[in-house]
């Protein structure tokens, strides 16, 4: 009875901590994994603490969809889906390839706005 307690026990304790890990886990950088063969370290992107900093409380800003004409959607988003989902490697049309789409997106906004990295190794940053 007591080694039965002592395990339920443990798994319970178990279960919270893996709660607490993944409930902390917040993204710190964009992944590259996507890209074949990485030429720089995943670029610097605390997901949640950038947007509020910069005050994008609007994930279509980024998370964008496109009807058949070209048209963003001004109320669908697509914050459940990787860029390279819809992206491929290569130009395709009117849609740039993922490197140019990530640039465009992150680099493009902060020369417009005048504010966050706009140099390699800011974004790139060796671990
Ligand atoms: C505002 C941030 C930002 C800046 C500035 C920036 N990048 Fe990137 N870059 C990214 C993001 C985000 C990706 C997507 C994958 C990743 O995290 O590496 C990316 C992807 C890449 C890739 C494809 C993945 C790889 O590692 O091969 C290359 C190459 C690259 N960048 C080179 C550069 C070079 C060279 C410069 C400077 C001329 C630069 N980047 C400036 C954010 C940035
Ligand atoms: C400044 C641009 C930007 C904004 C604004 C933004 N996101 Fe993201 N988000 C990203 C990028 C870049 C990724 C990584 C995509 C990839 O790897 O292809 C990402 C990934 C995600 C993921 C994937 C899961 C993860 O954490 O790994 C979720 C979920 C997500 N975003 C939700 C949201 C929601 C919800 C909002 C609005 C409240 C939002 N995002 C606003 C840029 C943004
Ligand atoms: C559901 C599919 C889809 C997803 C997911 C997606 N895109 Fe796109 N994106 C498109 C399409 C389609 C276009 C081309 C629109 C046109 O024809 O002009 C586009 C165009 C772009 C452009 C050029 C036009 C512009 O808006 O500046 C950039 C930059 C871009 N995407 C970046 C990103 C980034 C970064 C992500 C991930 C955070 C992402 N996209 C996720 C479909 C998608
Ligand atoms: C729509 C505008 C916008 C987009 C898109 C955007 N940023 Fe930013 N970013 C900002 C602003 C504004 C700041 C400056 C915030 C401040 O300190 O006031 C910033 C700051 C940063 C910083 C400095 C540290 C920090 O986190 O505040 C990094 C790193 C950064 N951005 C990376 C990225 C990357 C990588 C992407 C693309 C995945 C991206 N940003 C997309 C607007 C944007």
Redesign the pocket.
Known sequence: MKIKIGILLAVLLGSVLVVLAFGQ???QV??NY?FPNPQRPPAV?E?DR??ET?E????M???HVYDEQGVQSDWE?S???????CHGLEDQGGMPGLRKA?HQ??KG?HLTERKGPVTCAECHVKP
């Open positions: 886990y917040e993204m964009v992944e996507y992107f997901h950038h947007n910069a994008l409380w609007d994930c800003i980024c998370h988003s914050e459940d889906q990787a860029c390279a989902d990530f997106s992150c906004c």
